[in-house]
């Protein structure tokens, strides 16, 4: 077996405890794929039975094994609990403004049912009301990200999780520094910066 079969190896058998702290039951992880896609600073699992796990081609050989283990915490508990943080989310800040939308294309469809013009105004208000609602619900897609982040540290422990982040900060890896820009895709998801100064200001308050 080669160096990256060792390496691989390592992370799975690094995975499958993080999965027994975490209490995943059903956890069958066999493959180790690496990507030059995605996210520089996340890892994610597929299957059934979560068995095969996703990690940036840009950290191959550049993390220990064990340095796996926060963004392995991270991505199980997304996998686990993320969906109902996101719906409860998108319950409490979308569904005013959705009901809202959707009777004011209703009155327009009833109020101008015979006019030409009334199909292209529905279809671009549509159009401009998903574009909003999705800028609304972005802040609560990004704090239920960072809650899992802050989650995960409990089970790895926060000092490691922000060993970890600082050191794929330190690399400069294009995907990560572009997230540290902003734009669009910075309204959905933490920065690199943002989950690090989520976990050491989580630090700060901790009692000691």
Request: aromatic share 6%.
């Amino acid at each position: 077996m080669g160096q990256q079969g060792q390496e691989e190896e390592a992370i799975i058998e690094v995975a499958r405890e993080v999965a027994g702290k975490l209490g995943v039951s059903k956890f069958d992880l066999k493959r180790v794929l690496w990507v030059g896609r995605g996210q520089s600073d996340e890892c994610q699992f597929f299957g059934r039975n979560l068995n095969a796990v996703v990690l940036p081609k840009a950290l191959m050989g550049s993390l220990r094994p064990e340095e796996w283990r926060p963004l392995i915490a991270s991505s199980l508990i997304r996998s686990r609990t993320g969906g109902n943080l996101v719906r409860r989310a998108a319950l409490r800040r979308l569904v005013l403004p959705s009901l809202l939308v959707g009777l004011v294309l209703v009155a327009i469809a009833v109020s101008f049912a015979k006019e030409q013009w009334t199909l292209f105004v529905i279809e671009a208000a549509g159009a401009v009301s998903t574009v909003v609602l999705a800028l609304l619900f972005a802040p609560e897609a990004k704090k239920a990200a960072l809650t899992i982040d802050r989650r995960a540290a409990e089970v790895v422990g926060r000092e490691s999780f922000l060993q970890v982040l600082q050191k794929i900060d330190g690399m400069g890896l294009k995907d990560v520094e572009r997230l540290k820009a902003g734009g669009i895709r910075g309204r959905f998801k933490p920065s690199i910066t943002e989950r690090i100064d989520t976990l050491q200001q989580t630090a700060g308050t901790a009692p000691p």
